[in-house]
C-alpha cells in the first residue's frame, strides 16, 4: 500500500514551512534591534552629560578668633589635592575633561572574608 502525495501539496507545505521560518527570524531580529535601540537610550539617559558640576562648598569656619585646624582635617585636605591632582592628570592624558563627584572612605578592609581578599589580591596582581 503505497500514498501517492501530489506534489502541488508538498510544494505548498515546503513553502509555507520556509516562509514561517523566514517571518519569525525576521521578527526576532527587529526585536533585538530594538532592545538594543532600547539600551542604548537608557543608558546615554544615565551618563548625565548636561548636568552642571556641583560646587564644593567650603569648610565652615569656627566662631571663635583663633582659628584652628586639626590635624585629620589638614590630612584630608592634602589627600583631596592629590587626587584632584591625578584626576587632572589623567584628563590632560586622555584628553577629555574629568570631575569629581564625590571623595568617600573606603570600608575597611578587615571586614572582608578572607576569599575577598584573596580574589582582590589575584586581581590585582602584576603580570
Known amino acids: 500500500m503505497e500514498m501517492q502525495m501530489e506534489w502541488s501539496y508538498v510544494g505548498a507545505v515546503v513553502i509555507s514551512g520556509l ?22 537610550a537608557v543608558k546615554s539617559g544615565k551618563s548625565g ?4 558640576p556641583k560646587e564644593i562648598a567650603p569648610a565652615p569656619q569656627p566662631k571663635n578668633d583663633t582659628p584652628s585646624v586639626s590635624a585629620d582635617t589638614e590630612d584630608e585636605s592634602e589627600i583631596i589635592a ?12 586622555c584628553g577629555k575633561p574629568l570631575r ?8 575597611s578592609t578587615s571586614k572582608a572574608n578572607s ?12 603580570f
Open 19 to 40: 516562509a514561517i521560518v523566514f517571518v519569525a527570524l525576521i521578527l526576532l531580529i527587529a526585536a533585538v534591534w530594538v532592545m538594543g535601540r532600547i539600551f542604548t
Open 49 to 52: 552629560g548636561g548636568d552642571k
Open 82 to 93: 592629590v587626587i584632584a591632582a591625578a584626576v587632572a592628570a589623567m584628563s590632560a592624558e
Open 100 to 107: 569629581i563627584h564625590s571623595i568617600k572612605r573606603a570600608g
Open 115 to 126: 576569599w575577598a581578599r584573596a580574589a582582590r589580591s589575584e586581581n590585582t596582581r602584576a
